[in-house]
């Protein structure tokens, strides 16, 4: 883990609109992780995540439409999601303080980088290729 960093405002949303967040929290790790849970979730090669400590959200709109599913057989791994949209959402573990907040659920760029993907060795084959060419759009 790095150094805890200062107190800082996270604003973001669900897909549809509907759920809306704010966090107040100290950003203490960003890191693509590729392990299988994450993938699953994200529906990616990775999932982008913020952790936070000592965290409070405050959920502005859609509150009531805040899904859980706990994974059996995982002592801290959740998924919490927009009920009618299926994004993902931050994570507030309570016996911890701690929140996982999902990146791309921002609805501004985060003062904090990606520090390092971590269960590398999990990753798909295909995932996170540098050797693909880019696009501004879908291509031609």
Same mark, same amino acid.
């Given at each position: 883990m790095t150094e805890k960093k200062s107190i800082q405002v996270f604003l973001g949303s669900c897909l549809c %609109?509907?759920?809306? /967040?704010k966090i107040t %929290? =100290? &950003?203490f790790a960003f890191y693509h992780c590729h392990c299988m849970r994450c993938r699953k979730l994200s529906g990616t090669g990775h999932a982008s995540n913020i952790r936070l400590d000592s965290a409070n959200i405050e959920w502005l709109s859609g &509150?009531?439409?805040i899904k859980t599913y706990n994974v059996p057989e995982a002592e801290r791994? *959740?998924?919490d999601f927009c009920g009618d949209c299926g994004s993902p959402l931050p994570r507030l573990f309570i016996e911890t303080g701690l929140v996982v907040l999902p990146a791309g659920t921002l609805d501004h760029e985060p003062a904090c980088s990606p520090e =390092? *993907?971590?269960? /590398?060795a999990s990753r798909s084959d295909w995932s996170c290729s540098d050797e693909l060419p880019v696009h501004d759009e879908y291509p031609k």
């Open positions: %609109g509907k759920v809306k /967040y %929290g =100290s &950003a &509150a009531q439409l791994f *959740r998924n =390092s *993907r971590i269960f /590398y």
